[in-house]
DNA sequence: CGAATTGAGTTTTTT
DNA sequence: ACTCAATTCG
């Protein structure tokens, strides 16, 4: 494609953003604006027209699934292989610098990535050791990522002057956290961004070296940038003064996790020849739709004036459903998506639920389960926060990294080898007093036999396992995990599903080497990116950003799960919150149902709740509010009563679900579903090789097989 | 040292 | 209600 067509493509407004080159740019993209095509356009164009190498574009995106897209989008759109890309996550780039510079920090090159969990057992380590309640280790946890995220060092923290109370003993936690850290040779996720921009503080060689390579710096998702990310790409921004950052504070969801929506002022201000560009025309909503959630957002204070429009047309009225319990709100939402199914303009793939927590799905999963219908729950539960794929990737960190304590301590007992807690105690004596690793400490107590025979063996035993997996450790980690699995015996105490995951982290290694396999892994969020499959998503709405459905269902509008409750005491997280469910509400295309029950399990307490505050801003004229009290006829369908066969025999089902017909231009079909009565009575066959159809009986002529 | 039982805490959101 | 961890018993 040439640069004309790419432009031609693009509306007044989408077009000056791609074409404003020189200089700092902020793109404000409102919800389904096209944003992404700017982005992947602009980088095409830098290509192209400004013919810059990629290797010169340093572009960011949220997820690392968003960067992939990004990079196929722009190879679709070019009609060429991409190498030498600079597109990822602020961790990835991060990480990608700090594998070849990290030297100047002190740190070596082949340092692991510590995640959350890794993170969380490090600093439960260390109250316990400092004699701190233990259980606090995750508001510590969560207070020193944010102390990273705004680039404050535990020396700095100190300094501050207001450590007394909790926060003297936070600091000494947080040092010894990142001593420990450097020790194990070990990066968490927010030493990433923080080390970088140090590196770069320290190093003025290297961040020029940087401020060159990169002549072009694009940010997609901006309003979710903490400080330390910021500082970032202001750093490197700062040479060749070429930055197009594209965001919406309206979407702007992560402050939990330190993201700052100031952020797009601090850009105004660093930035005074800033140009601010607005896309205003929303291609993915009807009118409807952006009517309601506009009018829901509209209440949030701090944020920037916009008006989204649409040519879309109306569309559905949004509706609210309020149901009297979370089972019955669940079937209702399967039934409905039943109907829309059946109805045959929307296939499950189209169609998403919504919800605050993930705990909500499983009622929905249930009632979906019951109603046949396909779905996939997205994010949830990680596939690498599995204990045995933990277990095995320690394994491999191990072999890489001796070092790594806190991998150490995952696997020294792990399976069973006789090696208890008075050992471990022993061992961690010994490491504290000589300041050297775990792995060493194992090591001096071998070599000096400064234990009983029995203790000595064993520990022998598990440095020479070590070694001996080591040393095949060039081999393809797929070879090394079986050399694990084998010589520890790992799988033999195991469940067949957790041998099936093993067998899974296997096949996802195929080919790779180990250090760039670690990488990737600790980097990557879901294995599970199997778009495959006609089926329905359930995930969170921070999941949800950045996708579209033309049916979603937003679900729990109540008190204090939408807004949470944690959100309450603060006006700032109500925004959040409100934010949250404006980006639910935007996700639609053509219908938004929102639903809510009167009555829900918390805990294992009922609880009455009552229908969420923002459902109150929307205009009466919008939104239809309907109160159901469980509809008769889902009553009847439940398998239970069978109503049908025994009432009514005349009505009996003729085409029951697998049963296989005829029809006279598409061959023989099994049933997929029967539905409707006497006349109006439809079927939805499956007709291999043309798909499903929906057929009224009536007319259809169809003879049973 | 390991297995089993009891007990506590847990549920925001994610790179 | 359910999971994970500490404690206790064998």
Same mark, same amino acid.
């Given at each position: 494609m040439n640069a004309r067509s790419l432009i031609n493509q693009l509306n007044p407004q989408q077009k000056e953003a791609l074409l404003h080159t020189d200089g700092p740019l902020l793109i404000l993209a409102g919800a389904g604006s096209g944003k992404t095509r700017v982005i992947t356009y602009k980088y095409a164009y830098l290509l192209k027209e400004k013919n810059l190498p990629s290797s010169s574009i340093f572009a960011v995106t949220f997820t690392n699934k968003a960067a992939d897209e990004m990079k196929s989008r722009i190879c679709s759109i070019l009609g060429c292989e991409l190498n030498h890309t600079w597109i990822g996550t602020f961790h990835s780039q991060c990480n990608r610098i700090l594998r070849s510079e990290i030297k100047a920090l002190g740190y070596s090159t082949d340092f692991v990535i510590y995640d959350e969990s890794d993170q969380h057992s490090l600093i439960r380590h260390i109250l316990k050791e400092l004699n701190i309640y233990e259980a606090l280790y995750k508001g510590v946890a969560t207070r020193i990522s944010n102390l990273k995220a705004s680039l404050i060092s535990p020396e700095e923290f100190i300094s501050s002057g207001d450590s007394y109370g909790f926060d003297e003993k936070l600091a000494k936690v947080y040092m010894r956290y990142q001593d420990e850290l450097k020790r194990c040779n070990a990066l968490d996720f927010d030493d990433l961004i923080m080390l970088t921009v140090r590196l770069f503080q320290e190093r003025e060689d290297l961040l020029k070296k940087y401020q060159e390579r990169f002549q072009y710096i694009l940010v997609d998702e901006f309003q979710d940038t903490n400080y330390s990310q910021y500082m970032l790409v202001k750093m490197l921004a700062s040479g060749h003064r070429q930055l197009s950052v594209v965001g919406d504070d309206d979407q702007s969801i992560y402050r939990f996790r330190g993201a700052e929506v100031r952020n797009i002022t601090r850009l105004e201000k660093d930035f005074p020849d800033l140009k601010i560009i607005k896309l205003e025309q929303n291609y993915r909503c009807t009118q409807n739709i952006l009517d309601v959630s506009g009018a829901v957002i509209a209440e949030n204070k701090s944020r920037k004036q916009k008006r989204l429009w649409t040519d879309r047309g109306r569309g559905d009225k949004v509706c609210f459903y309020w149901l009297p319990n979370e089972e019955d709100e669940a079937k209702y939402i399967a039934r409905t998506i039943r109907e829309i199914y059946l109805k045959g303009?929307?296939?499950?793939?189209?169609?998403?639920?919504?919800?605050?927590i993930n705990m909500q799905s499983r009622a929905i999963e249930e009632a979906l389960r019951k109603e046949r219908i396909p779905y996939r729950v997205v994010g949830g539960i990680g596939f690498y926060e599995r204990a045995e794929v933990k277990d095995i990737l320690a394994y491999l960190r191990i072999i890489q990294n001796p070092h790594d304590n806190v991998s150490l301590r995952r696997i020294i007992n792990t399976p069973p080898r006789g090696i208890g807690a008075a050992t471990i105690n022993k061992i961690e004596h010994v490491s504290k007093k000589e300041g050297i690793s775990l792995y060493d400490a194992i090591s001096d107590i071998c070599s000096k036999k400064s234990s009983s025979p029995t203790v000595v063996e064993r520990l022998r035993d598990f440095i020479e396992l070590i070694e001996r997996l080591s040393s095949i450790r060039t081999q393809p980690v797929s070879e090394v995990i079986k050399e694990i699995v084998e010589l520890t015996g790992y799988a033999e105490s195991l469940s067949e599903e957790r041998i099936q995951n093993i067998a899974e982290l296997m096949a996802s290694a195929e080919g790779a080497e180990l250090g760039e396999f670690l990488d990737r892994v600790s980097l990557i969020t879901r294995l599970d990116d199997s778009v495959e499959g006609d089926r329905v998503s359930l995930m969170t709405f921070h999941t949800a950003k950045g996708l579209e459905f033309s049916v979603v269902f937003i679900t729990g509008?109540?008190? !204090?799960?939408?807004?949470y409750f944690k959100a309450f005491e603060s006006d700032e997280e109500l925004e959040e919150e409100r934010r949250l469910f404006y980006v639910g509400m935007t996700r639609a295309k053509d219908h938004l149902y929102l639903t809510g029950a009167?009555?829900?399990?918390? @805990?294992?307490?009922?609880?009455?709740?009552?229908? %969420?505050? @923002?459902? @109150? %801003?929307?205009?009466?004229?919008? /939104?239809? *509010?309907?109160?159901?009290?469980? /509809?008769?006829?889902?009553?009847?369908?439940?398998?239970?009563?069978?109503?049908?066969?025994?009432? %009514?025999?005349? @009505?009996?089902?003729?085409?029951?679900? !697998? /049963?296989?017909?005829?029809?006279?231009? *598409?061959?023989?079909?099994?049933?997929r579903d029967c539905y409707g009565e006497g006349e109006d009575l439809k079927v939805a066959v499956n007709f291999p090789g043309v798909g499903v159809k929906r057929l009224a009986v009536k007319f259809a002529h169809l003879e049973r097989v």
């Open positions: 303009k929307y296939t499950y793939r189209d169609i998403a639920i919504l919800y605050r509008l109540e008190e !204090g799960l939408l807004p009167k009555k829900r399990r918390v @805990f294992s307490k009922l609880q009455d709740q009552e229908p %969420s505050r @923002f459902l @109150f %801003s929307i205009p009466k004229n919008c /939104c239809r *509010w309907v109160e159901k009290a469980i /509809c008769k006829h889902y009553q009847e369908a439940t398998p239970k009563e069978k109503p049908r066969k025994a009432a %009514s025999p005349a @009505f009996k089902v003729p085409y029951k679900t !697998g /049963c296989r017909v005829r029809h006279p231009k *598409w061959g023989v079909g099994v049933v």
